[in-house]
């Protein structure tokens, strides 16, 4: 895991691309209904697995006990998180303070700032980040070594418990939306963070590639059986509920570590690897985009546009500009 993963760097474009399409999509549902056909029925399955995979690949690459052997550390990292979060804040209410007039509030400036869920819904996202880093930061600092490995595992299990139990459901029902929108899906996907950082502390790639000839055939076969079979699926949460969508995307970074990208062009491999780093400003912007530009849902090839159009956009910004704050707000 020393070396740079190309295939992960493919996979955070392709999760970034499906969160635009679950928010942009004509023909996304959800629930899942099935009738498209293929491939389309493949992009309405995998959308919602895109975060628990995003969050995965997040915490796979982190190395908790760097993080949490100084404050610094720790702060430069929750800071690298909060920036784009709160500029995003900011800049979102501007632009719908003039575009929308008297539907914003600064109640709704503070529910977003701490939940996510204002008025760009999809930052729940970034503070779902921020509090599992802030968690297992905690869970390290304080147990260390093999019993930081004990405390995730038990956390992820308890994850699917209070999921399948419907306690968490039942728990933050009655609270207000925008805050059970945002902690009830932290703790939904708490157990995509869990096996990430399982991942890396096993060197779970490595083993993956050693044994890439049983992995690939069984990794696609549980793939489509879950998406085809609704297997260990659960509707009574937060959107994320039930170990289907962690299962997925589990399964998906196994396809991908089964393949060697070292025979790619330098200049292709260039491109994927800039390309990646413009995936955080495609969460970022998205909604702004959708909600202004589109009005409606849009067929498949509009939302590619657009997903092309910002991450052409962020490059050239990221190429031209070279203050750190500018940078730090869309990367």
């Given at each position: ?9 493919i ?19 959800y629930?899942?209904?099935p ?28 190395n908790?006990?760097?993080?949490t ?8 990292r ?17 632009i ?43 869970v ?23 999921q ?28 995509a ?9 096993f ?18 076969l ?12 659960s509707?009574n ?20 570590s ?17 390309l ?14 959708i ?6 849902r849009?067929?498949f ?5 657009l ?15 070279k ?9």
């Open positions: 895991m020393k070396e740079r993963n190309i295939g992960f760097d996979l955070k474009i392709f999760f970034a691309f499906e969160v635009l399409l679950v928010h942009g999509w004509l023909r996304y549902t629930p899942y209904k009738g498209l056909e293929f491939p389309w029925c493949f992009f309405n399955r995998t959308g919602t697995v895109a975060v628990p995979g995003f969050i995965m690949l997040s915490f796979m690459l982190m908790f006990g760097s993080i052997e100084s404050g610094k550390k720790f702060w430069q929750i800071s690298r998180l909060l920036i784009p979060h709160i500029a995003w804040t900011f800049i979102y209410f501007v719908y303070s003039i575009y929308k007039g008297t539907d914003m509030s600064y109640s709704k400036l503070a529910i977003q700032l701490f939940t996510g869920h204002g008025y760009n819904e999809v930052m729940w996202f970034q503070i779902a980040i921020v509090v599992l880093t802030v968690l297992f930061s905690g390290y600092k304080i147990s260390g070594g093999k019993k930081f490995d004990i405390a995730v595992i038990s956390l992820g299990w308890l994850s699917i418990i209070l399948y139990s419907r306690i968490l459901f039942v728990a933050l029902k009655d609270f207000p939306g925008y805050f059970n929108y945002s902690y009830g899906r932290s703790v939904e996907i708490l157990p963070a869990a096996i990430g950082i399982m991942m890396n502390r060197n779970y790639c490595d083993i993956i590639k050693k044994n890439r000839h049983i992995v690939l055939p069984f990794s696609l549980a793939l489509f059986s879950i998406y085809k079979y609704d297997i260990f699926v509707y949460g937060y959107a994320y509920s039930g170990v289907w969508r962690t299962l997925a995307a589990l399964l998906i970074i196994n396809v991908v089964c393949f060697s990208y070292q025979n790619l062009f330098k200049e292709v491999e260039t491109l994927i690897i800039s990646a780093k413009c995936t955080p400003c495609v969460y970022y912007v998205q909604r702004m985009f909600t202004i530009l589109f009005k409606t849009k067929e090839l509009e939302c590619f546009l997903f092309g159009g910002i991450m052409l956009v962020t490059m050239i910004i990221l190429h031209f500009v203050n750190k704050w500018v940078r730090s707000i869309i990367t």
